[in-house]
């Protein structure tokens, strides 16, 4: 009887990591991330009752935090378009199998993305979704977050190949030196 | 004694084989139906995403968000017993 809340928590807690990752690419921010993971997990816990257990608590989770986002941006007229979206922070934790540079011209490209690509490409490639569990998100139909996942990598390889030659430029290395303090 | 070293060996390699083979149907499974997408294990962009992706994910949960929930929970359980003790006058 009393395990039902603890196992809603429990289960609340290992998806943290995963939807605060996502409120960051959302968000650009990690102050803002933290702030509207914070809000979904008041609406998730008031909401709790119309969540089924054993369902999929994260694409609800994920679902509650878009929902939220998009609403407070509504709100707020767009002022939070300041940020350019994805991951533009530093990161405490650097990636470790790139170097710098190449991360940051990654970060650049995924940020010159339309938004509805840019959470497209995320939620598949590096969320785990599926395609359904993605549309379902995003409130869309599956054929159209398939479109918007294949617009969105086509555009990454384009903006990379571009970018791609600078990397072996001959500054390269002291570059890389140079933004290690700087972006990460 | 050689042949039974060839044989356990063998009897690794196969358990070898076949978590290799399990690992492989995890993949297929989980990109089934997205196999074209270009965003698979092998790709340059799919990895870049999940390094980025990681690299936050890494950064663990501030501790303001594991105290709400904590406090979120420990008032609920507060309430249920507040009901139940009710419930038992």
Known sequence: M???????KREMLATLPSLRAFAVSLTGKHDKADDLVQDTVM????????????????AWLFTILR????SQMRKRGREVQDSDGAFTERLSV???????????????????????????????????????????ICDCAVGTMKSRVSRARTRLQDLLKISGEADY??????AQVTTTNHSF | ???????????????????????TQQRTRTQAGRADDGLGPNTDIGNRL?????????????AQLLDLLEKLD????????????????
Not at chain 2, 52 to 57: D, F, H, N, S
Request: hydrophobic content about 35%.
């Open chain 1, 2 to 8: 009393s395990a039902e809340p603890t196992s809603f």
């Open chain 1, 43 to 58: 609406k998730a816990w008031a909401k709790q009752t119309s969540f089924e257990m054993g369902t999929n608590i994260k």
């Open chain 1, 67 to 70: 929902n939220e986002f998009y």
């Open chain 1, 94 to 136: 650097h990636p470790s199998q790139y170097g710098s540079m190449d991360m940051q011209d990654f970060k650049k490209a995924l940020s010159q993305l339309p938004d509805d690509q840019r959470e497209a490409v995320i939620l598949i490639g590096a969320s785990g979704f599926s395609y359904e569990e993605a549309a379902d």
């Open chain 1, 169 to 174: 430029g001959p500054d390269a290395v002291s």
């Open chain 2, 1 to 23: 004694m050689v042949s039974n070293v060839g044989k356990q060996s063998l009897g690794r390699s196969i358990h070898g084989m076949m978590k290799d083979k399990l690992v």
């Open chain 2, 50 to 62: 999940r390094a980025l992706y990681g690299a936050v994910q890494e950064e663990g949960v501030p």
């Open chain 2, 74 to 89: 420990s008032a609920e359980q507060a309430q249920k017993s507040k009901v139940v003790s009710r419930d038992g006058e």
